[in-house]
């Protein structure tokens, strides 16, 4: 969770806040804090956020979950409303480099001393509750918007919807972007069942966008029962491709030569569609005209996002870790010019279904290099190796202690006209990301 550039003076295991220390020093203590790294429920956060007087909040509240799309999702809302002249707060997770990624206004990130201080307010009001590292932060986050005074902020759901932390907030409009299968352990193993976990984020009498094209009828039938306005793509928005631009409209809302997302992958069309679903949602709250779209549309950069990092050999980093995320990357990776190899750098999380992910990146693979990721849960490189030997197609491949190792591996190993590809985990792509551009912002394909 900690940068590997921070070293906290704080051991974990202390009985008492780090009070004035660092940020590296509050992050050890409240992993250490909950006998869980993740507990779903509202109750504690609640408690906690009513006692800081953080909630009802003033601004106006986009709560984004989804299985993947989520970071996109968020990414171009904030473009369009800062375009348009709006203050906009984002709160994400996880981070890429630095813990402040997760709370920005205005697209600044929240210094150290900001998030200090928030922490400081949640540990004086929560008592004896016991809260996990996401909560913690998220109640932060919360105090943070609540001193910046935004015209809006947009919330991605950690994990789920229904019992997330962030769902203590009352969305004025909840997006779902795509729906698929991940952390089967917490949401279920079907999508029906995840379906009706994200469908919690949706209010009564309050738009909900999905745009997830093959929306489960869980999702339909809970937004029913909760007495939300349901808006389905391809139902009541809709989108068609028209090559170098493309065409979206909802009702009498027409929007023709719209400019392709700058984030790549066709996919992202989906994304974009359910954007400005949520825009058109906020419309009579909110303007935007169709030029500050079609500027944001153009504009928005998301790191980690199958990020192009050139040189002689290029680097291309992406944090899809589930199957679909993959599958999808692999197929925007194949769009691309071929290249004489590939060489797979990838360090996931022992929860995820590496097999799934592993047969798609072998339609690409050349030589793989498995790493151990700096995680409680991490899939050893030995067992993404053993994953590896139930693969149909089998390039060459070695393990390696840390990802820094196997991307030193994959660097000394590749030649001109080659190609790396990092991914699997937000760990993998934040460390290698730190190696070959820490300052640098993505470029499309």
Known sequence: MTSPLETPDFAPGQPVPPVARSLADWLAWQESLHPKDIELGLERCRTVAARMRLLPVAYTAIVVAGTNGKGSTVAMLDAIYRGAGYRVATYTSPHLLRYNERIKTDGECADD????????RVEEARGDIPLTFFEFGTLAALAIFQDDAPDIAILEVGMGGRLDAVNIVDADVAVIATLD?????????TRDAIAREKAGIMRAGRPAVCSDPDAPVTLIDSAAALGARLELLGQSFHFADKGETWTWWSGETVLEG????????SYQ?????GVLKAVDALQSRHPVSATQIADALRSTVLRGRFQRVGGPVEVVLDVAHNAQAVAHFVATLKSLPAVAHTHVVLGMLGTKDRLSAMTSLA???DHWYFATVNAAKAATADELHATWR?????????CHATVEDAYRAAASAAQPGDRI???GSFITVGEVLRLVAPDDTPRGA
């Open 113 to 120: 001393a900001r998030i200090c201080a928030a922490f400081a």
């Open 181 to 189: 299968i991940d952390h089967i352990e917490w949401l279920g193993t």
């Open 258 to 265: 719209l400019p392709r997302p700058s984030l790549p992958g």
């Open 269 to 273: 069309l989906r994304n974009a569609s």
């Open 363 to 365: 339609e690409v693979a």
């Open 390 to 398: 139930r693969l149909p197609r089998r390039a060459p491949a070695a």
């Open 421 to 423: 590809i990092a991914v």
